[in-house]
């Protein structure tokens, strides 16, 4: 299993991001992918996910009509489209899958990516 994600940035406040988990075929098809950040000295938070066999998503509070998570099923990518980003999203951005579970907790994700690293100033 490989997740490749890209994207990552500087910006200033009130500007936008788009991040990019690649998958491989067989990981991506009906599965989970989620969204994480870990911001220096804090644990890692579940920001978003979506189930790529019916497209259905979920948010954290803190990141709803900011965030959006989509994807491609032609690519076996999705997405994380970030706006109006705040000092607060500054952090490193890992893709997951492999659920079980509930979907905004670290221990339910098996496979993980390197992550990508998103600072807001």
């Known amino acids: 299993v490989q997740l490749v994600e890209s994207g990552g940035d500087s910006v200033q406040a009130g500007g936008s991001l788009r991040l990019s988990c690649e998958a491989d075929r067989y990981t991506y098809v009906s599965n989970c992918m989620g969204w994480f950040r870990q911001a220096p000295g804090k644990e890692r938070e579940g920001v978003a996910a979506i189930y790529t066999g019916d497209g259905s998503t979920d948010y954290a509070d803190s990141v709803k009509g900011r965030f959006t998570i989509s994807q491609d099923n032609a690519k076996n990518t999705v997405y994380l489209q970030m706006n109006n980003l705040k000092p607060d999203d500054t952090a490193a951005y890992y893709c997951?899958?492999?659920?079980?579970?509930?979907?905004?907790?670290?221990?339910?994700?098996?496979?993980w990516g390197q992550g990508t690293q998103v600072t807001v100033s």
């Open positions: 997951a899958t492999g659920l079980r579970g509930t979907w905004n907790r670290v221990g339910n994700y098996k496979y």
